[in-house]
């Protein structure tokens, strides 16, 4: 079935550092989500890219697809400590009857040191 | 606005007791409801699906079932615990449709002993 690696799985910066998650997949993707979860929460919805080499910003997160729709990226800028927690890519599968299907990648977990 | 709701939040069962997980969402109609669970440190893995009442679909065989018996609950259950089911369990929902983001609950932590 269809599956996303994302990399790295941890990293940790000093706070004022850049970070950047990347999600790759040997197939195309229709779209992909992001999610956020902090520690001990529950994973909470960022963004969704659907267009080729799509480019999404809120904020300091900047948000890309690639334009072969098989990798995407997450670019924080100048983290904080309020950036900490796991982030996660999700392409989605829509099948009929109404299914929407979330593919969820490993997660790379954001530490940031003050 | 929408809500979900998921309860308890922490639960300590022993190896082979029952298990029932309740989820309910309030403020829209015929949601998709997903199972998700979450090893310590680890992704999410889907576990059950469904469209509508009574329709559930398994992602993984397990000693887990899932019921909808109305419209906006979704009911995660087992006859007999077993440790490897210790983790976090997700409850979501979302809208019908191609795309359509996940709205996940607070989550419930299980410990089996």
């Known amino acids: 079935g269809q599956q996303v690696m994302q990399i790295p799985q941890y990293q940790h910066v000093q706070e004022g550092e850049d970070f950047t998650t990347y999600c790759n997949s040997s197939?195309?993707?229709?779209?992909i989500q992001w999610y956020k979860q902090r520690p001990g929460g529950h994973p909470v919805f960022l963004i969704q890219?659907?267009?080729?080499?799509e480019v999404k910003k809120q904020k300091r997160l900047t948000f890309q697809f690639g334009e072969a729709k098989k990798n995407s990226s997450l670019h924080i800028t100048a983290t904080q400590t309020t950036d900490v927690g796991t982030y996660f890519c999700a392409p989605s599968l829509f099948f009929s009857g109404g299914y929407n299907k979330l593919i969820f990648g490993a997660g790379t977990r954001l530490a940031v040191h003050p | 606005s929408q809500t979900i709701h998921q309860w308890p939040a922490t639960l300590v069962q022993p190896v082979g007791s029952p298990l029932s997980l309740e989820c309910t969402v309030e403020g829209t109609s015929n949601p998709n409801l997903y199972w998700y669970r979450q090893a310590a440190g680890r992704g999410l893995q889907l576990l059950f699906y469904?469209?509508?009442?009574?329709?559930i679909s398994s992602e993984v065989p397990q000693n887990l079932s899932a019921s909808r018996p109305q419209d906006r609950q979704f009911i995660l259950s087992s006859k007999k615990l077993l440790l490897s089911d210790s983790g976090f369990y997700l409850c979501a929902w979302s809208v019908p449709g191609p795309g359509s983001p996940l709205h996940f609950g607070n989550g419930t932590r299980l410990t089996v002993t």
């Open positions: 469904s469209v509508g009442i009574g329709q």
């Open positions: 890219l659907v267009k080729s080499g």
């Open positions: 197939t195309t993707l229709s779209n």
